[in-house]
């Protein structure tokens, strides 16, 4: 790591520190306080200045912090939120709303990091605050203080052991698996099952001339966990054996059985990215294939982009019908490489960051008002023009024009009474005509969006690093693969717009360009409090 690294990686580490309130608590200092210090000195010193004297003591409150974070931190976060939202706040109000959400988001950082996935953060939610059935008697009133002191138990309870069961299926030679490799038991026989299991259970527990049962125990906090990191260590196993003895594409299950106290349950092992399909219509699909046909018919695309091009869809391909989280890391963050280097040059991290950013941080407006649109089109909220009172197509409403509108007060206040009944709906609505309520507003949201992207695309490139260089595994992946994947989609939308529309585009370097230059004029206006420019790109449903 060079200093340029070093700055980099400290300064989003300083960042870090000095906006989490909770890390002033008596667990996280002085450390916390000392890393600041010696942080701020590596960064306030010349580049040219020999700093390496600090690197040692920088290390070691590092991980000073890091023991007490891993111990205390989300006993903490849950602390207060729970003392904050059992206090019953003034009618009306809710003074502590952005440090609840902020708090929030690092308790949950913290529990994928520490190995929940989504999916089971979200089960739980939905079955205790959604709908509490499970711990609420039938007829008794719901109580948000017993479903939150039985879920904040529930993240803080201690590993227990969990045996879950895999199958392999398409195996060619079922006999020939030992019946013990380490920890993974093989075996043609599935798993004793009670006579009142489910249909799902009964169906993954059916013997097969090509099945295996692959079993083992994993101490853990959640059946979930326990399966993902059950399947992670049987794939490594699997691929010794695909490398000389099974040539057949045997593949592992995606379900899974859990044993519990009263049975067995299927789970299912999370291997998609968490991101929304996207609904193509008919049209949307006609305009797809004829920006394709763009590429494949231009005479001034040069061979070698041409092909670079075809490679990043081919590697996103790839990507996305593997299995691995870490395959797909690779194979996404390739196709930006692929794209990047058509006429680039210079270190890839940094190469790909600065091609990257403009096109994802332009694409942050046309974002949200599509998923504003595609809200009030499924609420069913009747949207009327301020100045006519006239009902209006939310559907084929165009981005300049719910952009416009977004600056009404008038329309702000009657969609936000009108989606009253989903608070969510209504919390985040609100946030975002806040950002964007004034041109400067804007100005400011892209600042901060763009450095954001910028963080987001160097953490994915130190673990393209680390899976490539140290065959390690990478803490976070499904959420690193959600945001490489969306913006590699980005960029890839993006130029293929870029082409249809600028016929005598030459090079994907010559499109990063146009995209930084575009971005430049964008916060350059906006900042001066003129949105004049961003409309007239809107109008076009430019998003870079």
Not at 376 to 382: G, K, N
Not at 403 to 419: I, M
């Amino acid at each position: 790591m060079n200093d340029s690294d070093r700055r980099r990686i400290w300064g989003e580490l300083l960042s870090i520190l000095e906006s989490a309130s909770l890390l002033q608590d008596d667990r996280f200092q002085p450390a916390g306080h000392e890393l600041c210090l010696l942080v701020k000195d590596f960064l306030g010193k010349d580049k040219k200045d020999n700093a390496t004297s600090s690197f040692a003591l920088i290390e070691a409150f590092a991980r000073e912090l890091e023991v007490a974070l891993s111990e205390h931190f989300i006993p903490t976060c849950i602390s207060w939120l729970t003392r904050t939202l059992m206090e019953a706040p003034p009618s009306g109000t809710d003074p502590e709303h952005a440090a609840v959400n902020a708090i929030t988001g690092q308790l949950l950082s913290c529990l994928v990091g520490d190995g929940w996935s989504l999916e089971s953060l979200f089960t739980l939610y939905r079955s205790t605050f959604a709908v509490d059935v499970v711990h609420t008697t039938a007829g008794q009133p719901y109580s948000f203080s017993r479903a939150s002191n039985w879920m904040f138990a529930r993240l803080q309870r201690a590993p227990k052991p969990y045996t879950v069961t895999f199958v392999i299926n398409q195996v060619t030679d079922v006999g020939a698996f030992p019946p013990q490799v380490g920890d993974i038991g093989f075996s043609t026989v599935p798993p004793a099952i009670t006579g009142n299991s489910s249909r799902m259970v009964n169906r993954l527990a059916t013997a097969g001339g090509s099945r295996v049962f692959a079993t083992m125990t994993v101490l853990a906090r959640d059946g979930r966990i326990a399966g993902m990191r059950a399947a992670q260590h049987i794939e490594q196993v699997l691929d010794v054996v695909r490398y000389d003895f099974e040539r057949s594409n045997f593949t592992l299950s995606e379900k899974f059985l859990v044993q519990k106290a009263d049975g067995h349950k299927v789970l299912e092992v999370a291997r998609m990215v968490p991101n929304q399909t996207r609904d193509i219509s008919q049209s949307a699909l006609h305009q797809f294939m004829q920006r394709l046909g763009d590429l494949v018919s231009s005479g001034t695309l040069q061979d070698d982009s041409k092909d670079r091009i075809y490679s990043a869809f081919r590697l996103y391909r790839t990507g996305a019908e593997a299995g691995n989280l870490e395959n797909k890391l690779v194979n996404w963050w390739t196709a930006l490489e692929f794209l990047v280097k058509a006429g680039g040059s210079g270190g890839i991290g940094d190469a790909v960051e600065n091609a990257l950013y403009p096109t994802v941080t332009l694409a942050y407006l046309s974002k949200h008002l599509e998923a504003i649109r595609a809200a009030l089109h499924a609420l069913r909220v009747t949207v009327v023009c301020p100045a006519t009172g006239e009902p209006l197509d939310t559907a084929a409403m165009s981005l300049h024009e719910l952009y416009t509108l977004c600056l009404d007060g008038t329309f702000r206040t009657r969609t936000l009474a009108a989606v009253a009944g989903h608070p969510y709906a209504v919390l985040q609505m609100n946030e975002f005509f806040l950002k964007i309520a004034t041109p400067r507003d804007l100005a400011e949201t892209l600042k901060h969006h763009e450095r954001s992207v910028r963080w987001q695309i160097q953490r994915i490139y130190r673990a393209r690093c680390d899976i490539v260089h140290s065959a390690g595994r990478v803490a976070q992946a499904t959420l690193l693969c959600a945001n490489l994947e969306s913006y590699l989609k980005i960029l890839l939308d993006n130029f293929l717009q870029s082409l249809h529309r600028h016929a005598t585009l030459r090079t994907p370097k010559e499109f990063f360009d146009r995209q930084r230059h575009t971005f430049d004029r964008v916060s350059g206006q906006l900042a001066k409090n003129d949105n004049a420019f961003l409309i007239s790109l809107l109008s076009r449903d430019f998003t870079g």
